[in-house]
């Protein structure tokens, strides 16, 4: 256990319908990263935060995805009209951005699967 | 852009063997690097971090090198196990804290 912790862990949902996974990160980092995962590839950044700001979104953030950090504490990920290419494994990381040599913990991650 | 490669994506050893994971970046221009093992619909262990002023790091019968002026590291397993079956990621952090990610090894080690 990393202290990172992930909400649902698993979530079956129909093309369409909407989605929120929630992560928690370790209390004390600043920095919260959410990166998504695809069968057989490593994992692909989508965005962070530092505090309650989001500082970078990737590319492949399309609009039907926002992601908040309200109070700069827990952070939600919300995916509008799901589609079958968003099933993947949704991976949350925390690091404090005090060090530079700071490591990224990992959250157990959500895996979607979009029927 | 930074483009991070794995090679072999797919490596079966028996058990007792050493053997050597690569890892490879397109841009030396990066703080750290990162190996972490992944078991199957899990998430990610971190293994070791070697910073960029470094040249390797150590845990148990695991060693990474990381040459930033060829743009490659190496994670070296000693005398392999059939619980370190898994995938081995290696990830690079750039400025802004982001990990780029190799497609992964998986690594299968026959009892």
């Known amino acids: 256990d990393t202290g990172v912790s992930q909400d649902p862990r698993h979530k079956i949902t129909k093309r369409g319908q909407n989605v929120t996974f929630r992560c928690d990160p370790i209390?004390?980092?600043?920095?919260l990263y959410w990166y998504r995962q695809t069968l057989g590839q490593g994992p692909e950044f989508l965005t962070y935060f530092q505090n309650e700001a989001q500082l970078e979104k990737s590319r492949l953030l399309s609009d039907r995805f926002s992601a908040e950090r309200p109070k700069g504490s827990f952070s939600t990920l919300e995916i509008q009209r799901t589609e079958q290419g968003d099933s993947a494994m949704y991976l949350c990381?925390?690091?404090?951005?005090?060090?530079?040599?700071?490591?990224?913990?990992f959250g157990p991650g959500t895996r979607l699967t979009v029927t | 852009k930074q483009e991070v490669t794995q090679i072999p994506a797919a490596l079966s050893v028996p058990e007792g063997e050493n053997l050597v994971l690569n890892c490879s970046f397109t841009?030396?221009?990066?703080?750290?690097l990162q190996w972490f093992r992944q078991d199957p619909g899990k998430g990610l262990t971190s293994l070791l971090l070697i910073q960029s002023s470094q040249r390797e790091q150590t845990s148990g019968r695991l060693n990474a090198s990381l040459d930033k002026s060829s743009g490659r590291s190496t994670l070296y397993i000693a005398a392999s196990q059939p619980g370190d079956s898994a995938t081995y990621l290696c990830?690079?952090?750039?400025?802004?804290?982001?990990?780029?990610f190799g497609q992964g090894t998986t690594l299968q080690v026959k009892p």
């Open positions: 990381a925390s690091r404090s951005s005090g060090r530079a040599d700071n490591e990224q913990y």
């Open positions: 990830a690079v952090r750039g400025n802004t804290g982001k990990l780029i």
């Open positions: 209390s004390e980092h600043n920095r």
């Open positions: 841009d030396s221009a990066i703080y750290n």
